[in-house]
């Protein structure tokens, strides 16, 4: 054990050229809550000067944040759209790297009580519908695979965040929505997922940045850098997250 | 309670400079961030981006939801804040305290708390969804019951405290002159703590108006249906700054007025 944990951090230290202290501030996409919680752990583990404070939320909002001058460190999004505006915005450290793809997939609640076989289900008025709202990553993608598979939603909630949305599916609020294929994974069975045939799936990019007015640059980049380590890549297909 | 006014008329003295430099703190508390609204709102667009469609729409649910919550709070709030005031009952104080409990909770606990009562799998909601195919969730009705559930408290705690101060003796000259319980209710004690119920009655829309967290818990966020002014804002920050301050503008225009008729009007009477 004394030497796994020891092998482990020997290999991380080689990764990430640690060295980083104090609090890093990390302003994740809703959809990587559970991957970045774990990530937060193993990364703690073999910097255990640093203190990770994960910030979750739809990534429009953390844009928001992080232009209205939040102080973040790290900034991961669920689409390239919210990162390429904090890059204009000239709040980016170097470039961002994309980091783990992801697949869209239908939750619905245990049981399936609507009996929802695909997406052409959304157009049934009867059912209780959500989505992510427009403006967030999932909103966006999820809109871009009814288009393609030519439904238009009786939508009956624009939830602000996808874990809002997983939430009231979990709770049979909802019958049906579309949210990430990570999601429903992480609800261990509380949610079943119904797939999205790959020729109208979308694929989505998530890119991580260190930020330039990062208050913690050097724990920016250890952070990052971790992530895209071997032992980050680890944590994140474990999640169900495709990698680049 | 005269005699105290004029004595401490006679005390008036300037008054001490710390407390009037902690005053103004404590006033920019509140001042600021207005101040900060007030910069970013872009007036030349205002009147285009007042007269979209989510805010018209939005306004419309919100006030249907405000009115239907203060009028729910009136019809179950003034016989509860009676009984409270009136009725000696084992436990009473804790009856107080769930009532008063929504004013500390945060609001998404209620909702979330709603959700588990009154949701379609809810404790309540299955069997009233079975029996009438009821759903409250993601409906304007649950937007009501959201706002009723965080703005009746205010109310409740206003008309109590109103008839617990009333000399109860007018009721009792009432009653021996012969007029009824229900008599007496109507004609002289609902009219006596008339300001403090306009007061409660106004303070509970202005809460009903402002509910955000209960309502996109419980209620979800569809434009036209569940989509209030808050939650307008909340979505409208992410994507469009313009809009999201235009109608921040809406609501604390409103508020405020309300709020400062209300203080001109009937506070100075209770």
């Known amino acids: 054990m004394g030497l796994a944990t020891g092998a482990l951090l020997l290999a991380a230290c080689g990764t990430t050229g640690s060295g980083a202290d104090g609090e890093v501030l990390v302003s994740a996409a809703a959809s990587l809550t559970d991957a970045f919680s774990e990530m937060e752990a193993a990364f703690e583990a073999v910097n255990p000067e640093t203190d990770v404070l994960l910030n979750s939320g739809g990534s429009s909002a953390l844009r928001e944040q992080i232009l209205a001058g939040a102080p973040a460190d790290v900034f991961a999004s669920a689409n390239m759209s919210n990162m390429d505006q904090v890059v204009a915005a000239g709040e980016v450290e170097g470039e961002p790297t994309i980091f783990a793809r992801n697949r869209l997939d239908i939750a619905v609640p245990s049981g399936n009580p609507g009996g929802v076989t695909g997406l052409a289900d959304f157009a049934r008025d009867e059912l209780l519908i959500g989505l992510c709202a427009e403006d967030i990553p999932c909103g966006d993608y999820g809109r871009q695979v009814l288009e393609k598979a030519h439904v238009i939603p009786a939508v009956d909630t624009d939830e602000p965040n996808v874990r809002a949305l997983l939430s009231k599916i979990e709770a049979g609020e909802l019958d049906a929505g579309i949210v990430y294929v990570t999601d429903v994974a992480s609800t261990d069975g509380g949610v079943g997922g119904v797939r999205i045939p790959d020729d109208e799936n979308v694929l989505a990019d998530y890119p991580i940045a260190s930020l330039a007015n990062a208050p913690n640059a050097d724990g920016a980049a250890a952070f990052v850098a971790f992530v895209l380590s071997d032992a980050g890549r680890s944590i994140l297909a474990d999640h169900g997250f495709a990698l680049p | ?270």
């Open chain 2, 1 to 270: 309670m005269k005699k105290q006014v004029t004595s401490s008329d006679r005390r008036k003295r300037r008054p001490p400079l710390v407390l009037l430099i902690l005053a103004a703190l404590g006033l920019a508390v509140f001042v600021i961030p207005l101040l900060g609204l007030l910069a970013r709102t872009p007036w030349r667009d205002l009147p285009t981006l007042l007269t979209g469609d989510v805010v018209l729409d939005a306004l419309r649910v919100s006030v249907i939801a405000s009115l239907g919550a203060t009028a729910i709070s009136a019809i179950l709030g003034v016989p509860l804040a009676w009984v409270l005031a009136r009725v000696e009952f084992p436990g009473r104080s804790i009856v107080r305290g769930l009532v008063v409990l929504p004013l500390v909770l945060p609001p998404v606990v209620g909702g979330a708390a709603l959700l588990f009562a009154l949701g379609r799998r809810g404790l309540i909601g299955e069997p009233l969804n079975k029996a009438t195919g009821l759903v409250l969730p993601f409906s304007t009705w649950g937007v009501v019951v959201a706002a009723t559930f965080v703005a009746m408290p205010f109310l409740v705690i206003t008309v109590e405290g109103a008839l617990r101060n009333l000399d109860a003796r007018f009721e009792g000259a009432a009653a021996t002159l012969g007029a009824g319980r229900w008599t007496v209710l109507r004609r002289v004690t609902l009219p006596m703590i008339g300001p403090s119920l306009a007061a409660g009655l106004a303070l509970t829309w202005a809460r009903a108006l402002g509910e955000f967290g209960a309502t996109i818990t419980f209620a979800g966020n569809l434009q036209g249906r569940t989509q209030t002014l808050p939650l307008a804002v909340f979505v409208a920050l992410e994507s469009d700054r313009g809009a999201a301050v235009a109608l921040s503008l809406v609501m604390v225009v409103i508020s405020l007025t309300v709020l400062v008729v209300l203080r001109e009007r009937w506070w100075r009477l209770i």
